[in-house]
């Protein structure tokens, strides 16, 4: 069974721009996360989508936002970039509505110049 | 608000010896936990939970143990590997709550 996918792995964008991240759970997986690591914080939880619909948000600005798609897949998108956006991205996959085990993706490396 | 705490940033242990990696949580109504294991470039790996109905759960060299009056949960590794090194997460979650709330990570070096 293939892994969580994310894509791009590795992104530079500047200041101002917008970005879409991709990311393609397991195989069977309805439920899709996202986070977002930074060097000292960990990992600081963003969105959660269960059967396209968006049942949890963590404390981001609202330039932060994702949708998920019928097959599942999911995309977040940030607009009006800033130079703190820079920070790997993670989407971790999980079976079932409890969560209680995530698989996550590699991530997509973000820089922002 | 950092409900899941890990204070070690760091920690250095000679191979074979045991590793014990803290984390503490501000949250009562936190039931589960998990540590998760993050090698550089690649997204973090499983490695072993805990119910809160448990004060102790092993998986081979690996075994978790919480402290609920303590709000205090460890991991500890026996023996340690070179293999080892790698960043460790702690990580909670509530019933319900449908996300789990991680703490910052620690690293860990393991010298053969």
């Known amino acids: 069974k293939a892994g969580v996918t994310q894509t791009p792995r590795y992104l530079i964008k500047t200041r101002g721009q917008q970005v879409t991240l991709s990311c393609s759970p397991i195989?069977?997986?309805?439920?899709v996360s996202w986070y977002q690591q930074t060097p000292g914080q960990g990992l600081q939880f963003l969105f959660e989508?269960?059967?396209?619909?968006?049942?949890n948000k963590g404390n981001f600005p609202g330039r932060f936002s994702g949708r998920q798609f019928s097959n599942s897949r999911s995309e977040m998108n940030v607009s009006t970039l800033e130079l703190g956006d820079s920070a790997l991205y993670l989407c971790?996959?999980?079976?079932?509505?409890?969560?209680?085990?995530?698989?996550f993706g590699s991530g997509t490396q973000l820089s922002v110049l | 608000d950092q409900q899941v705490k890990q204070n070690s940033p760091s920690l250095s242990v000679q191979e074979g010896r045991i590793s014990i990696l803290n984390c503490d949580y501000t949250?009562?109504?936190?039931?589960?936990f998990l540590w998760y294991k993050k090698y550089p470039a690649e997204g973090p790996t499983f490695l072993i939970s805990?119910?809160?109905?448990?004060d102790k759960n092993e998986d081979g060299r690996f075994t978790v143990f919480l402290n609920k009056s303590a709000k205090h949960l460890s991991l500890h590794i026996v023996p340690s590997q070179p293999g080892d090194s790698a960043v460790y997460f702690c990580?909670?979650?509530?019933?319900?709550?449908?996300?789990?709330?991680f703490g910052a990570g620690t690293i860990l070096r393991v010298k053969s």
């Open positions: 971790a996959s999980s079976p079932d509505a409890t969560n209680e085990k995530l698989f």
């Open positions: 195989s069977g997986h309805r439920s």
């Open positions: 989508y269960f059967s396209e619909t968006q049942r």
């Open positions: 949250n009562s109504m936190f039931d589960y």
């Open positions: 805990i119910s809160s109905i448990k």
């Open positions: 990580a909670a979650s509530a019933p319900y709550g449908n996300k789990l709330v």
